[in-house]
């Protein structure tokens, strides 16, 4: 599995608006809703789900970067959306960092392996000090895209 095969272009959020971790992740849940990823009338009960979770522990996983995430029953497949904040959000994460790159998941209940599959994916990546750093230093969604694809080993000049 890809990246490519998880993250929604359409989704991206280069410079999110809020400041506050549950704010942030209410924009990257609502992108997904807008570009149809997930049913627009779930938006708030996988916000929600998202935020319980990340109540239970932080996805804030240190180096800037958090990686919320939730299985949920109105989603068939594994949906991925990445969001950046130049100011930093506090995710409350293990080196107590602010956190400049959010990639949130989104997967179906049903499937525990494909959701698997898709953390490790998304954990492979973020283990790259280059990919965490051009993540940080993307300032649009063609930027981010580029990382993405990139990191893919399908990069465009």
Known sequence: MKLTDIVCFDGIVAQLKSKQRDGAIGELVGAL?????????????????????????????????????????????????????????????????????????????DNPDKHLQAMETVFRNLQKDDFRRFLRQAQSVEEIREVILDADGGGTD
């Open 33 to 109: 809703a807008k570009a149809k990823k997930i049913p627009a009338n779930s938006a708030d009960a996988i916000t929600k789900s998202v935020i319980k979770r990340e109540n239970e522990a932080s996805t804030g996983i240190g180096k800037g970067v958090a990686v919320p995430h939730v299985k949920h029953p109105m989603v068939k497949e594994p949906v991925a959306v990445v969001g950046c904040s130049a100011e930093g959000l506090d995710f409350s994460s293990l080196d107590k960092q602010p956190v400049y790159s959010v990639i949130l998941l989104v997967s179906p209940m």
